[in-house]
Structure formats: structure tokens, C-alpha cells
């Protein structure tokens, strides 16, 4: 046989139940396997430590004040501790300690534990709500003495009497003491098993009062004994007011029903009208006795039929609900149809009603004026961007058509001059509608005063025509009434007090709705003139942005463009997909940028508009000009931007610029003094070569009169010059002036000038400025003396030359005429040839001479 | 009639050449000749008393005395009165010719070398 002990140990290891053995300090000295699974603990976790490592902080103290009350009084109860295995989960233990004396006189405990979380869990929760509830209770047996409360039940009897409740007192000692007798007879009764109510109303601090509603019902146990009285109390403080005032109000309740815009009929289960209530005959115009010979649902328009079976099997199936939402068209005595708003509730269980109670009101106002605005609301969102204005009236008047069944809906809007309508828009959905526009070809435009739609353009309200009327405004009334239109409408379209178009109605039957379609036509006049001009202007505005040659853009304040127009593109030479994706400062010159934001930073609401110039870089690289103008748009973080492309004018600019500083730099290379008067201005600029041909100090940009000029002509030859300028001034033809005289320098010397000048002359031919050049012709008229006086001695010379040739050459001739002449002696004649040769070789030596000093002849400069 | 004919010339050869023309168109005497206007001035100024005509054939350029200062030189002489001048130049200047007829003796404007036909023209001056 095994140890015992042994057996024992493997008893313990093996039991659902915990054991621990501590010693009196609280350390374990022992422990079973169960124990320390429910820590999740392993045996020498747990050996020689303190039991209370593994408990929750939160119970440790009050676990070893346990542990020692018990080692030293041996006297200790079960008890239930909240705590967490390794895993964190909660868990609750139930221990039982029992005092174990030891051989050697020391005191040790064993403690035995076992789980009970999933026990307690429904207890406690159960307790939660108990003394959660808005209830009190408490529960005695039957001795009457308290046995259990909930929290509540402590608190009130805490607030009303001032006294802790405690368990095993007896309830009547809480009771006042005049109610005594009489709860006395009332917990036999309940004891007995009867279920017995009272309310009992008591002060409260504040000195108002509140009313408990209690209820005395017997406790019983599994068996169904009875073993005690549970007793609850319901605040019913509010719920008594209420119901004081429901009382109150019931006849007016009533009332309301009777009288009221609330028809009230009940059905039976076979749809028989048991009851209706007076008002029904206000709401729908049928009588009492009528309306008991009659089934509601047969009176109800067809199309809404089905719609309210389906919610009548809904009512079937939800028996006491109250079912809302039943919206239909019921046929008033009068042969109209009334929208009504039914709340049906099934209480054919209910034995005092056995039928179907269908509370129902008129909503036929409140129902078109809904539909209305849910048209009107659906007409605006056709008004779509980017759908053209044919497409749009097109649908528009295809949504119309079938709003109440109208046979015909046509559009005709006016033309810009406002001398025409034109049909725009039709619904041609059937044959016979077809036939219709088939047949009417003709007439699809009206002039003021034609036809229906000319006539509501010059009444500038609704218009009628019926196939009744003898006269007919109705241009098209026989086909018309071929295609079965037997009344129409035209209501005028107004935008801003003017008629801008006719939308014109047709239908099967005779125009007995006047009164139904006021508001109608109302809506349709004023929202759809509206959304038409709004939509032609946005036709308007868009051509305007598509084709306008100047760019315009939205663009964020936070760096984006928003919307561009095809002019950017094209000067950008950018997609609009990419301008929308760039940052917009990516397009301005990287010197303008600064100025540009600066610019943009400036506008306020105060003053919302700025111009700059700058330039930006196109897609190619390309630097252009722009003069912009930005302007905040009421959207909060938006600019409108419009730019206009100035780079030619930019370039003119800096042609000008450049051809002046050329000009200028002309004047200071030029000998010419350039001069420039302002004649009305009498102002005069002297170019830079005035000071440096005539010595006189020129200022830069100095502004002088005529007389800095006047003052310096020679005066032997002032009177022909002033003649001459005023002579050529005079003459609106002349535009050049010529003058030639003597100029004094700032040395006091005269300079020989030619003056020239260039007149320009304003629109009269009147001369405004002259423009020109002083030449200082000094040099050159000396230049031309000397070579005068060189061409004097270039004659003398030639002379002189011709004089030394003829010398020899007449004695040649001389010699030659005597040996011709043969008057001569022989010896002579020999003697001639001699003469002869010598002449010729003299006349050689000559030639060769004046050769020679040509070649050394230069022309003296003076 | 007779006259004298004095030639008066820088240049031998044309004197030796207008010499040999003169002898043989007939003149009445045998011309004198003069290398300058000095020498001429002085043989004219030497005959005060003679009643005798003078054709001098008068070189312009000519060293010591032009022909000009010649001219000039008989001007308010009596021998002027009785000298008739043929200017005779190597090249013909339009100045010399309209400055020669402001001389009262200048009958004639020739060219060298002189030709029998001008000097036929200028006995003319004298046989009539």
C-alpha cells in the first residue's frame, strides 16, 4: 500500500477544489496543483511566498488583516475575492479557511478555494440591475422581518425617514405608525397570496412631495410556497401628473377627434366602415350614411392602389402598431382628387374596437406644394454645366409632361431682339403626338399677339384655351383635337418682370383646374424663366470666356489655377489640364514672382482689385508680357484674374527705348549739334556735340528756351535767319527748314553753320516742334578756298606748263613750215633738221618733267 | 608806206625762224631783233625823233622785260603812237588775249610759230 500521505497529495492534486496552507505570517507553505492553476501559477511560484503576491493590490490589506484575524481569533467565514489569473482574467474565488494547530504549537490555515465566477457572474449581474432599477424592492419572509433590499429601497427610506435600513428588522417598525393595523391585514392578505397595490405619497426635504406606487405580492420558492412578501415601489410621481392631465385633456381629445382635420373612420376586417368620425365629411365631402355604404379603398385613385395594399398588409401583419406613411389619392365627393396621409392601426384583437382605425388628414396642399418644389427642384438640377439648352428643355419638358399627365409640353423662348418665339422643345412620346407635329409644322414660331403663345407673351400671364371656345386662339386647335387635346395653357416664362419665353400645356380634359394649377403654373412661370435665363447667360458667359482673346482664370489663393479659358491655353501654349495641375507661380518670370504675390497679397475686401505687369513663360519657353488685373472673388481664397497679352507693346517699348539710346549716343558722335524745340512749350535740348562744336556746357535733360539759340546768331545775319525759320514755320506744307549763318561760340568766335531742321506739324498743320541739326560748316568753307586757291595756281601751273611745251613745239613747227616752204639754201636746210631735232629732244626732256612732278603734286590742305 | 619790223624773242631759233618769214613775205626792211624787252625798250626809246611806223612782233615771257612792261613801258612814250604790237606767245592764255586789247598798240594775237598768211595779214595794218 502506498503512503498515505501520499494518497492524500494525490487526492488534493487531483480535487476541483483549491487548497493552500499558509503559516501565520501569511506565507505558503503548501499548495495543490488546482490552486495554482487558477493563478496560472506554477507550485514554486507560490511556496514561501506571501498568499497575497498573487491577489490584486486592491484587496491585499484587507486579505492579511483576514489572514491575521483569523491565525488569532481561529474565527473566520467564507468569503468571495475578485481577483485576475496570469491571463488577466477576472475571476471569483470563494475561500473557506480552517485552523490547523501544528504539532510544534504553531498556527497555520488551510484555506480551500474554489471558482465560482460563472455562479456569481448571473448573481451579479442580477444585483446590478437590481440596484440599477429605477424600482425598489425589498423582500421579507414571513415574519415580516427584511431579508433582502436593493440600493435603492436604502436610499429612499435613508431620504423619507432618516433611518438605515437592516437586515432582519422587522418592516412594520419602519412603517408609520397609524398604517400599521392596516398593513397588517394587508401582508396577511398577501401571505394568503393575493397580490395587494397601494400609493402612498411622502414629503420630501425640498417640501414637495412624491408619490410611490407599491405593490405587495407574495415571495414564492422553487416549490411555490409561499415564503415571505416582496415588495416593490415605483416612483410614479411624473406618470400620476400625466395621467391627471390625459384626464384633463380627454374631452378635448375627444373633441379633436370628432372635429378635427383628423378623419377618423374604423373598417372592419371585411373593409365595412364601421365608424367615421364628423370631420371625415370636412375632409372628403361624403356623409355618414354614404361613407358606411361605401369602401374607402375603392375610392382610391388607381395608381395609388397598390401602394396602399402594400401597406395595409404591413398594418395586417403588425397588429396594435401604428403604421404611418400611407400617402394617397382619394376621390372627394366633388369627383377631385385629395392626397390623404393615413395612420392605419390593426386593433381588430382589441374586443372595445374590432377593426382597423385609419386616422387620416387632407394633405392635398401640402402634398402639391411638396411635388412642386420636388419639380421645381428636379427641373433646376437638369440645368446641368456643360448640357446644351436644347437637351435641357428637351428633358425639362419631358419631366413636365408627366407631372399631372399632360397630353402636350412645348418650350418657346424668345429671341434676342424680342420679335419672335420659337418653339425649342416638345415631347413627341406617342403616334397620335407624332401626327401632331407632323401636322403643324407651320407653326413653330409666333410673333406677338399669335397664337397661344403670342397671346400669354402679350397678357404676360397664364392663358387658357379650350376646345369648348368658339373663337379659337389656338392656332393648331384641329389637330389639336385630333390628337385628343381638348384644353391647353400657355404660361409665360418671366425672368426680371419680362416675358423671355411660353411653356405651353395641353390636356385630355376640359380646363376646369384653374384654381389646382395656380400655383402650378406659378412656380413654373418664375423658377423656370429663371433657370432658362440663367442658363443662357452661363451660354453666354461661356462664349464670352471661350472666345474673349484676353485670359481669364480663377485661381486659389493657396497657389492653383481653377478654371482657365482656351485664350490662356492658346497664348500658353499649355493644355487646361495643365494649367489646372501647376502651381501658377511656375508660369511667371522668376524676377516678376515676388511683385506678382506681393501684388496678390495686397487685395482686400476694401479694395479688392490690383493691375501689374509681369511676364510669364509658356509651355516653349517663350517670355511674353502681361498687364493683369486681379480681382478677389466674393468665395472666400479665390481670384479672378483676366491678363492681357502687352508683350508687343512690351517690345515697342524697349524698340523705342533702344532707338532713343541710339539716338542719343547718335548725338554724341555726331558734329552735329542736334537740337529739339518745343514750339508750344517753347522749350529746347540741345544734343551733347553743342558743347563739344560750339563750347557752349549742355546740361543732360536741360531744359532751355529759343533764346539760347537766338541770342548766339551773328546779328548782321539774325533777321534772314529769324525770316527764314518763321517763313518755313508759317507753311503748312514746308517741313524742312534750312539756314545758313554765323554762330557764335562760347569763345566769342563765329562759327559758319548750316542749320537744318525738321518741322512736325500737329492735325491744323500747325508746326509743334522742330527737330535738327546745327552744322559747323567753317572748316569746310576754308577747306574750299584753299582748294580754289590751289585750282588758281593748279591754272597758273598748267599755263606755265603749256607755255614751256609750245616753246620747242613752235619751233618745230617753224622749221618744219620752212623745209616744207623749200625756200631755202641746202646748207640751210641740214641746219633746219639740226633745229628740228634739237626742239623735239628739248620738248622730250619738257614732257618727262611735267610728268615727274605731277606724280609729286599733292593738294595742300590750305 | 615803209615801217620798221623789230622781233623780240627769248628764243634765237624763232627769231632766226620769224626773221627768215618776215624777209620773204616782202616787209620794207630788214627786221631787227631783240633777246628781251629791255633791249627792245631801249632801241625804240633811241628813235624820238624818227617818223618811222614800228611792227614789233612781241614775245610775252621773256627775261629782264616781259612784253607786258614793254607795253606798258612806250605807253605815254610818243614812240607809242607810232608802234603797232603782234603779240606772239608760245600758248595762248584767254587772260593775256583780253588783257592784250587793253593795250591801244596790240593789232594782233598770234600763236608760234608765225605763219607767211599772218604776217601777210599784218602788212595790211600798214598798207592801208
Known amino acids: 500500500m502506498s503512503n498515505p500521505l501520499n494518497l492524500i497529495s494525490s487526492v488534493l492534486n487531483a480535487t476541483a477544489i483549491g487548497v493552500c496552507v499558509t503559516n501565520e505570517s501569511g506565507l505558503i507553505v503548501d499548495a495543490n496543483t488546482r490552486y495554482c492553476d487558477y493563478y496560472g501559477l506554477t507550485h514554486s511560484d507560490v511556496i514561501d511566498k506571501p498568499f497575497t503576491d498573487h491577489l490584486p493590490t486592491n484587496i491585499r490589506n484587507k486579505t492579511k488583516a483576514l489572514h491575521d484575524e483569523f491565525i488569532r481569533t481561529g474565527t473566520g467565514q467564507t468569503s468571495e475575492w475578485d481577483v485576475f489569473n496570469m491571463q488577466g482574467e477576472s475571476l471569483i474565488l470563494s475561500t473557506t479557511p480552517t485552523l490547523l494547530e501544528h504539532p510544534d504549537g504553531s498556527r497555520w490555515i488551510v484555506t480551500t478555494v474554489t471558482d465560482i465566477t460563472k455562479e456569481r457572474q448571473a448573481s451579479r449581474e442580477l444585483q446590478l440591475l437590481i440596484n440599477n432599477t429605477a424600482e425598489s424592492y425589498v423582500l421579507m419572509d414571513k415574519r415580516l422581518q427584511i431579508l433582502s433590499f436593493n440600493n435603492k429601497f436604502k436610499r429612499l427610506y435613508q431620504q423619507f425617514f432618516n433611518k438605515t435600513v437592516t437586515r432582519g428588522d422587522s418592516i412594520l417598525d419602519y412603517a408609520q405608525p397609524e398604517r400599521v393595523p392596516m398593513l397588517k391585514t394587508l401582508y396577511d392578505a398577501v401571505l394568503a397570496g393575493a397580490i395587494e397595490t397601494s400609493d402612498i405619497t411622502v414629503p420630501i426635504q425640498s417640501g414637495q412631495t412624491r408619490t410611490y406606487h407599491l405593490t405587495y405580492a407574495p415571495a414564492t420558492d422553487h416549490s411555490g410556497d409561499i415564503v415571505g412578501v416582496f415588495v416593490t415601489a415605483n416612483d410614479i410621481t411624473e406618470s400620476k401628473q400625466q395621467r391627471d392631465l390625459l384626464e384633463n385633456n380627454e374631452r378635448r381629445y375627444r373633441s379633436l377627434v370628432e372635429h378635427g382635420s383628423d378623419a377618423v373612420v374604423i373598417i372592419d376586417a371585411e373593409g365595412n366602415t364601421t365608424y367615421a368620425s364628423p370631420s371625415v365629411e370636412q375632409v372628403l365631402g361624403y356623409r355618414d350614411e354614404e361613407l358606411k355604404a361605401m369602401n374607402l379603398f375603392e375610392a382610391m385613385h388607381p395608381d395609388d392602389a397598390e401602394g396602399a395594399r402594400n401597406k395595409m398588409s404591413e398594418v395586417m401583419n403588425l397588429p396594435g402598431v401604428p403604421v404611418k406613411g400611407l400617402t394617397a389619392r382619394i376621390r372627394h365627393r366633388d369627383g377631385s382628387w385629395r392626397w390623404m396621409e393615413a395612420t392605419v392601426t390593426n386593433l381588430l384583437h382589441d374586443p372595445a374596437i374590432n377593426g382597423i382605425v385609419d386616422h387620416f388628414r387632407d394633405v392635398t396642399e401640402y402634398y402639391t406644394n411638396e411635388r412642386e418644389v420636388n419639380l421645381m427642384a428636379e427641373l433646376s438640377r437638369m440645368f446641368r454645366p456643360n448640357k446644351n439648352l436644347n437637351d435641357i428643355l428637351s428633358t425639362v419638358v419631358e419631366r413636365v409632361k408627366v407631372y399631372d399627365e399632360f397630353k402636350l409640353a412645348e418650350i418657346w423662348l424668345l429671341d434676342s431682339q424680342k420679335t419672335t418665339l420659337s418653339m425649342m422643345a416638345n415631347v413627341q412620346t406617342s403616334p397620335d403626338l407624332k401626327t401632331f407635329y407632323e401636322e403643324t409644322k407651320r407653326f413653330s414660331q409666333a410673333t406677338l399677339a399669335k397664337g397661344l403663345p403670342g397671346i400669354t407673351w402679350e397678357a404676360r400671364s397664364v392663358m387658357s384655351w379650350s376646345v369648348s371656345q368658339t373663337e379659337s386662339n389656338f392656332i393648331r386647335a384641329k389637330e389639336a383635337k385630333k390628337a385628343g387635346i381638348v384644353s391647353a395653357y400657355g404660361i409665360p416664362l418671366i425672368y426680371q418682370q419680362e416675358v423671355i419665353g411660353v411653356v405651353l400645356l395641353g390636356l385630355t380634359t376640359s380646363n376646369i383646374h384653374d384654381r389646382k394649377y395656380k400655383s402650378l403654373f406659378d412656380r413654373i412661370s418664375r423658377y423656370l424663366g429663371i433657370e432658362i435665363r440663367r442658363k443662357q447667360l452661363e451660354i453666354e458667359l461661356n462664349q464670352l470666356f471661350n472666345i474673349i482673346p484676353d485670359v481669364i482664370c480663377i485661381a486659389s489663393l493657396d497657389g492653383h489655377l481653377t478654371k482657365v479659358n482656351p485664350a490662356m491655353c492658346r497664348l500658353l501654349k499649355y493644355t487646361e489640364e495643365e494649367l489646372l495641375q501647376a502651381p501658377f507661380k511656375d508660369l511667371i518670370h522668376k524676377d516678376d514672382l515676388e511683385t506678382c504675390l506681393n501684388e496678390l497679397a495686397k487685395l482686400t475686401v476694401k479694395s479688392p482689385t490690383c493691375h501689374f505687369e509681369s511676364r510669364f513663360i509658356t509651355k516653349k519657353g517663350d517670355v511674353l508680357w502681361a498687364l493683369w488685373t486681379s480681382t478677389l472673388a466674393p468665395e472666400h481664397g479665390l481670384v479672378f484674374v483676366t491678363a492681357r497679352d502687352i508683350t508687343d507693346k512690351k517690345l515697342d517699348e524697349v524698340r523705342i527705348r533702344e532707338s532713343n539710346e541710339r539716338f542719343e549716343r547718335v548725338t554724341l558722335a555726331t558734329n552735329d549739334a542736334i537740337w529739339d524745340w518745343d514750339i508750344r512749350n517753347n522749350t529746347l535740348f540741345w544734343g551733347h556735340a553743342y558743347q563739344t562744336i560750339f563750347g557752349h556746357p549742355v546740361k543732360r535733360d536741360e531744359v532751355l528756351s529759343l533764346d539760347a539759340w537766338t541770342s548766339n546768331v551773328h546779328p548782321d545775319d539774325f533777321d534772314r535767319v529769324l525770316a527764314s525759320l518763321n517763313a518755313a514755320l508759317d507753311n503748312p506744307n514746308e517741313t524742312v527748314y534750312t539756314s545758313e549763318y554765323r554762330f557764335q561760340k562760347a569763345n566769342g568766335t563765329y562759327a559758319n553753320v548750316v542749320d537744318r531742321g525738321y518741322i512736325l506739324r500737329d492735325d491744323s498743320g500747325s508746326a509743334v516742334r522742330i527737330v535738327g541739326a546745327l552744322s559747323d560748316i567753317t572748316e569746310r568753307i576754308s577747306h574750299i578756298t584753299a582748294i580754289e586757291h590751289q585750282n588758281e595756281r593748279l591754272r597758273e601751273i598748267a599755263w606755265i606748263q603749256s607755255h614751256v611745251v609750245r616753246a620747242p613745239l613752235a619751233r618745230l613747227i617753224g622749221f618744219s613750215n620752212m623745209l616744207i616752204s623749200k625756200d631755202y639754201h641746202a646748207e640751210e636746210g641740214q641746219q633746219f633738221v639740226e633745229h628740228i631735232r634739237a626742239s623735239a629732244i628739248e620738248l622730250d626732256g619738257i614732257i618727262r618733267d611735267i610728268a615727274a612732278k605731277s606724280d609729286l603734286f599733292t593738294l595742300e590742305s590750305k | ?128
Open chain 2, 1 to 128: 608806206m615803209s615801217f620798221e619790223t623789230l622781233i623780240v624773242d627769248d628764243d634765237a631759233l624763232i627769231i632766226f625762224i620769224h626773221k627768215k618769214l618776215v624777209a620773204k613775205n616782202g616787209f620794207p626792211s630788214e627786221p631787227k631783233t631783240f633777246l628781251n624787252g629791255q633791249t627792245a625798250l631801249e632801241y625804240l626809246l633811241s628813235q624820238p625823233n624818227s617818223e618811222s611806223q614800228y611792227l614789233v612782233l612781241l614775245d610775252i615771257n621773256m627775261p629782264v622785260m616781259t612784253g607786258w612792261e614793254l607795253l606798258d613801258n612806250i605807253q605815254d612814250q610818243p614812240i607809242g603812237k607810232r608802234v603797232k604790237v603782234a603779240m606772239v606767245t608760245s600758248s595762248v592764255d584767254r587772260s593775256d588775249k583780253v588783257k592784250a586789247d587793253s593795250y591801244p598798240q596790240v593789232v594782233s594775237f598770234l600763236e608760234k610759230p608765225v605763219t607767211n598768211d599772218m604776217l601777210q595779214s599784218l602788212k595790211a595794218h600798214f598798207v592801208s
